[in-house]
């Protein structure tokens, strides 16, 4: 597609339960990242992909976080026992090659009550 | 990693004003991209400007990456210019954001 798509726009789950957040790059990009926004104005990196695979998840909590970009498929984050600090807007861009111009999706809004 | 500095963190203009953004930035700059995050919250990207000047209708930008900063223009704003102003580098494999400035217009 000509955007990145995410879906859903709003999420809600009790504190405890799982989160999965899904993302289709922009046909073309190689790159996938994604973004927590905290807040209000606080972006913090939490993992990127190179095609199916990890680039860099030096953001990643990784005890209950995790994310997968599989062929054919789009990427997904999945938040396990969901914390109610988790609750942030999650934004994933994409980007045609490592270095260059990040698109950014419309953000899914994740409500842990 | 690299440290993002904007300013004013907060401005309030009478439509019709113009006004500067600035960021600074704590390392040498790579690749910076100005964003629009309007009261919905989309992001929407403004500008991609390692360096030099671009103009895109009303806004423009400049980067000095040698002085490790950049500035936003914004002419003749519009209410539809309210929202939060974010500069970002990408630097370390990864976008680092500034804290954003919150613009809004008045009628």
């Known amino acids: 597609g000509e955007e990145v798509a995410q879906t859903p726009k709003h999420l809600v789950r009790g504190e405890g339960q799982k989160a999965k957040l899904y993302c289709a790059p922009i046909k073309g990009h190689s790159y996938v990242f994604w973004y927590q926004q905290v807040l209000k104005n606080e972006f913090k990196f939490l993992i990127s992909?190179?095609?199916?695979?990890?680039?860099?998840e030096t953001g990643m909590p990784k005890e209950r976080f995790s994310a997968k970009c599989l062929p054919n498929s789009p990427c997904s984050l999945e938040i396990q026992a969901t914390k109610l600090e988790d609750s942030a807007v999650y934004f994933c861009?994409?980007?045609?090659?490592?270095?260059?111009?990040?698109?950014f999706g419309a953000g899914t809004r994740l409500s842990v009550l | 990693g690299i440290q993002v500095e904007q300013s004013p963190p907060d401005l309030i203009l009478q439509e019709g004003a113009n006004s500067t953004l600035r960021c600074n930035f704590s390392?040498?700059?790579?690749?910076l991209q100005w964003f629009h995050q309007n009261p919905w919250g989309q992001l929407i990207n403004l500008f991609y400007?390692?360096?030099g000047t671009k103009q895109n209708g009303r806004l423009s930008a400049t980067t000095v990456a040698t002085e490790r900063y950049s500035l936003l223009y914004i002419s003749s704003s519009q209410t539809t210019d309210s929202g939060v102003y974010f500069c970002a580098d990408f630097n370390d494999y990864k976008l680092s954001f500034g804290a954003g400035t919150t613009v809004t217009v008045r009628a």
């Open positions: 861009a994409s980007s045609q090659g490592g270095i260059g111009i990040q698109y």
């Open positions: 400007i390692p360096s």
């Open positions: 992909f190179q095609n199916e695979n990890v680039f860099d």
């Open positions: 390392d040498s700059v790579n690749n």
